[in-house]
């Protein structure tokens, strides 16, 4: 039986390991193996909470039907206002995938960046806080809960771009920040009046308020605002122009953790937001999200066709699986569910590894794709982890991404919407192009500079473990399905 | 032998890293690995012959992807186990070709490795009944082909490879549109089961998937007016790829259509709108055909020259398949024309595969040797280098349609199945004419490639003629393979027709 300190359990366990970072750090500067002991602390701080969520998962797993639990922290007579968590299929695979990827994310950055310098302590610390704010996001049960915790992780996401303080980044993090403000702003303001109709904020009694609800004046306002502030944190077309500068700006462990982890929260939220909660029924938003997606993936792959910077470029490609997600929302079919969610796994994986592959690269001085010219042959594994996660990106077989954009168009037909499948479809070919020009940058063109690098051994295992999860995963997609599907074929889409 | 087909993808997929080991310590054994694994696969599909002569498929199934009700389904019927089987030999020949070849290029282990990945992708196609797992090796052909274009090919490599990569990947994922399509009408991913759930559905959707999955095959065959990036990745790929590019990869695309669009999803598009795109087909292979050969006859470069000769013959094959069986109305009967054609396509793509891989391995010995790839500039060099004049000659033979070789019978063939469609659908007269005029074209291109190269008198002078002699050894091993089976295929090709006949198309099952 799963009780409510099993779903605390790991978010606590993380933030209390968050608070203890700094004085262990403190204690590991003194000592002479350092870094040996700070892979230690963070892997002992992983085995606990991924244990809490191992715990979790297999409790759920192990009961006999996969339903929806509920649990309030304190009911009384605010009980549609006090903080419950929520658990179904769905949220138990994003704690584990925000789990998993945050670990290896985590041991990236170990070999990244000098933990020995000041604020490093700092930094990793807010790693673990935004994966504990995360945690809750997902396996919280009502409106105010998922807003509290995801502001937490959005707005702390603000502080890893900071890492290294000058104009450009403090330019990006104000900008980002002024953002994720203004959306909160609209978030609020669309849950109070979504909490007026209806008389609570409980994901499943608002949905059954809102379906049975005769005047929808009221609620389009609300669905407005609500949809303007996640689209703004999600990065959807028109409200896109913060991601690339942000993911640019800041470090590339910073970027590999926010595209992995926050930008897919954003997403997951959508879906609990759009799917579960303001449905078709409720309201019918599916032509408005799917002219957005159109445009976003049209957009996204666009500016990203035109950057000379591959930092950029690759978090134009950020924006632009935004699109591809919202396509397989938009399908509003449990394909298309299992597609997306499949595709923040996938997506996750592939921008952490572009970005890692790219912040190696990035660290000896390589920046611009003319930089990028005989790279390949200078640094020939890291060449190859961005190899793949670009096939990956263009969706080439058997990697992992053909396998998500391919759900991800099948719903879309299913939905009976081929007109986006085949702007789909045709973006992916623009997506291919340019990713190829980088390829051919790497391995076609003379390298500027005769100068020989050792490649760093250490840092390529994370790296390496995100290649084999792209191949395997691509290979045997099986593997993702059951943890989303335990019982064999298991309806995600609530019955309307 | 229950797990063969499944040896056939894991033996050369698990041998990759020690293909790239191997080649570490020696690149001359890297390549007899490549191909030692491509003869165990030969031998491996020869198992199974048997099987598909007495029942006509011979079928494995393992568990995938259950949740897109989709199993890893290997499959072997007659047409695929003739192409699967002339893609290996060309496989041996590459890869014995590459010893000499490629003696002096750099990164020879990551060669060999991605030669036998290609082998992988490219076999795979052919031996698959899933449609997801089709994509998958359809897919795995290109990126193999695009790095060894793109590193060990001539002059602007990179970019020959990139257009070879972005049109076929853009012809591709039309093709994964149709079968996302294909999948959300009918449910299934098995080619089979979605031929016969499409027949009950039918429907408006067949139309389009049709078009959309043979216009992404159309990119890969190069037919006009998608063929643009094959003239550049033909010639500026090393020999050994571009006999490969040219014998089989472009074939698969013949293939696939014949096989998807037609054989599965064409049934179900019902009477009229079969029939207009039988004649559209029939309008785009003529096209192709003389636009191909009319280019090669004023073609200088060696390699340009052969791969606009591929375009010809794959505007060939694209007549031979506009000539599907279908079912007409005599009288008050149904009867089914006759398969004759596709018989002969099916050979064609064969002994096209064979001879077209011998013409580019001979033009590639040539380059070798004379370090020039412009036709002006050669003469004379049946003296200088007799066993390869001897194995081109055939080669341009066989691709003019000239008998013995191979591809005379397989063109005669059409021809008569053109004939006997003619008798139902008068449409097919005028197509089938010029197209009798385009093979004169092709022997008139043929015999002037033959006649420049290596007839008349030398144009050097007599410096560089010294330095020119015949091909190394190994280079010779792997042209005798090919003749020998250019020869073999045309004077006696009832093995390879036997098979395809195993194969019935136009009915359902």
């Not at chain 1, 970072?21 to 992983?46: C, D, E, N, Q």
């Not at chain 1, 549609?80 to 925000?98: K, N, R």
């Not at chain 1, 060449?383 to 793949?388: D, I, P, R, T, Y």
Request: glycine share 8%; with cysteine; proline share 3%.
């Amino acid at each position: 039986m799963i009780e409510i300190i099993d779903i605390i359990l790991p978010i606590l366990s993380l933030v209390i390991s968050a608070l203890l970072t700094i004085p262990v750090f403190r204690l590991i500067r003194k000592s002479s193996h350092k870094l040996a002991l700070t892979v230690g602390w963070f892997m002992a701080v992983y085995a606990v909470a991924g244990t809490a969520v191992a715990n979790l998962a297999l409790k759920y797993y192990g009961l006999e039907s996969y339903s929806v639990l509920n649990f309030t922290l304190n009911g009384g007579a605010l009980a549609g206002l006090s903080s419950s968590f929520m658990i179904d299929v769905i949220s138990i695979y994003m704690s584990i995938i925000v789990i998993a990827l945050s670990a290896i994310i985590l041991i990236y950055t170990v070999f990244a960046i000098n933990s020995n310098e000041r604020p490093s302590e700092r930094y990793f610390a807010i790693m673990l806080m935004l994966t504990a704010a995360l945690l809750g996001a997902v396996l919280s049960g009502d409106l105010l809960t998922l807003f509290i915790f995801w502001e937490a992780a959005a707005a702390g996401a603000g502080f890893l771009m900071l890492y290294k303080k000058n104009a450009l980044t403090i330019n990006s993090t104000l900008k980002y920040l002024v953002m994720i403000i203004i959306a909160s702003a609209f978030v609020v303001f669309g849950l109070s009046i979504v909490y007026g109709i209806t008389g609570s904020l409980n994901f499943t009694d608002v949905q059954q308020a809102l379906v049975t609800l005769a005047d929808k004046r009221l609620l389009v306002i609300a669905f407005i605002f609500i949809a303007t502030g996640y689209a703004i944190e999600s990065a959807i077309v028109p409200f896109h122009f913060w991601l690339p500068d942000a993911y640019t700006a800041a470090p590339s462990t910073s970027a590999a953790f926010l595209s992995a982890l926050v930008d897919q929260g954003s997403y997951y939220i959508l879906i609990r937001v759009l799917v579960f909660i303001i449905t078709p029924a409720g309201l019918n938003w599916i032509f408005m999200l799917a002219v957005m997606a159109a445009l976003t993936m049209i957009v996204g792959n666009l500016f990203a066709l035109i950057q000379t910077n591959v930092k950029r470029l690759i978090a134009n490609i950020c924006v632009a699986d935004v699109g591809y997600n919202l396509v397989a929302i938009t399908s509003y079919t449990s394909l298309g569910l299992v597609g997306n969610l499949y595709f923040f796994l996938i997506g996750g994986i592939t921008t952490a590894l572009a970005f890692m592959a790219v912040g190696v690269m990035n660290s000896h001085g390589y920046k611009t794709l003319e930089d990028f010219s005989g790279i390949g042959r200078k640094m020939p594994l890291v060449s190859l982890a961005l190899v793949m996660a670009g096939l990956s990106f263009a969706g080439v077989p058997p990697l992992g991404g053909f396998m998500a954009k391919y759900l991800v168009f099948t719903s879309a037909i299913e939905a009976n919407m081929s007109w986006l499948a085949v702007i789909g479809v045709l973006t992916s070919v623009l997506q291919t192009a340019y990713l190829f020009r980088l390829v051919n940058y790497m391995y076609a063109r003379k390298p500027k500079d005769e100068t020989v690098i050792n490649e760093s051994k250490r840092i390529l295992i994370p790296i390496f473990i995100l290649a084999a999860a792209i191949l395997i995963l691509g290979l045997f997609p099986q593997i993702v399905f059951n943890l989303l599907q335990p019982g064999g074929n298991l309806q995600l889409i609530p019955p309307i | 032998m229950s797990f063969a087909l499944l040896s056939v993808f894991l033996i050369p997929t698990i041998s990759v890293p020690f293909v790239y080991l191997t080649g570490k310590k020696s690149p001359k054994a890297a390549a007899i690995f490549v191909a030692l694994i491509a003869i165990v696969n030969l031998a491996l599909i020869a198992t199974t012959i048997p099987t598909i002569l007495s029942s006509g498929r011979y079928v494995e199934t393992y568990e995938w992807i259950s949740v897109l009700n989709a199993s890893f389904t290997l499959f072997v019927d007659g047409i695929s186990a003739s192409i699967a089987i002339i893609s290996l030999v060309l496989i041996i020949a590459a890869a014995i070709f590459s010893i000499n070849y490629m003696e002096h290029k750099k990164n020879l282990p990551a060669y060999y490795a991605l030669l036998c990945m290609l082998s992988v992708g490219l076999v795979g196609v052919f031996l698959t009944s899933n449609l997801l797992l089709f994509y998958f090796c359809w897919e795995l052909m290109l990126v193999p082909a695009y790095f060894i274009v793109g590193n060990w090919g001539y002059r602007d490599a990179y970019k020959a490879a990139f257009k070879l990569f972005i049109f076929t990947h853009a012809g591709a994922v039309f093709v994964l549109l149709g079968i996302g399509a294909l999948y959300m009408v009918t449910g299934y991913t098995d080619m089979f089961q979605v031929q016969a759930a499409l027949a009950t559905h039918g429907g408006d959707i067949a139309k389009w998937v049709i078009v959309a999955l043979t216009a992404g095959f159309a990119v890969k065959m190069a037919v006009v007016p998608v063929h643009m990036w094959l003239p550049d990745a033909h010639s500026e790929a090393p020999a050994t790829m571009s006999a490969l590019l040219s014998g089989v990869i472009i074939s698969a695309g013949a293939y696939a259509i014949l096989r998807l669009s037609l054989g599965i999803v064409f049934p179900s598009v019902g009477a009229a709108f079969g029939a207009d795109f039988l004649h559209g087909m029939a309008i785009f292979g003529l096209i192709s055909a003389f636009f191909g050969s009319l280019i090669a006859l004023v073609e200088n470069d060696i390699k340009r020259l052969i791969a606009y000769s591929s375009i010809a013959h794959m505007g060939y094959v694209m007549f031979g398949l506009s000539l599907f069986p279908v079912s007409v109305a005599a009288g008050s009967a149904v009867i089914l024309i006759s398969a004759t054609a596709i018989t002969g396509t099916v050979l064609h793509i064969v002994s096209h595969g064979v001879s077209k891989g011998l013409l580019f391995l001979s033009a590639g010995a040539v380059m070798h040797q004379t370090e020039t790839r412009d036709i002006r500039e050669m003469g004379g060099l049946a003296g200088k280098m007799p066993f390869t004049a001897v194995a081109a000659t055939a080669a341009a033979l066989s691709i003019a349609g000239a008998p013995p070789f191979a591809c005379f019978i397989s063109e005669f063939l059409i021809f008569v199945g053109a004939f006997q469609v003619i008798s139902y659908d008068s449409f097919y007269l005028i197509p089938t004419a010029f197209m009798l005029i385009a093979t004169v074209l092709s022997l008139a291109y043929s015999l002037r490639f033959t006649s420049k190269v290596f007839l008349g008198q030398p144009k050097q002078n007599d410096g560089e003629q010294k330095k020119i002699f015949d091909i190394p050894n190994y280079m010779k091993v792997s042209l005798a393979i090919l003749v020998v089976m250019v020869i073999l295929v045309g004077v006696y090709p009832t093995f390879f027709l036997q098979l395809i006949e195993t194969v019935k198309f136009g009915l359902a099952g």
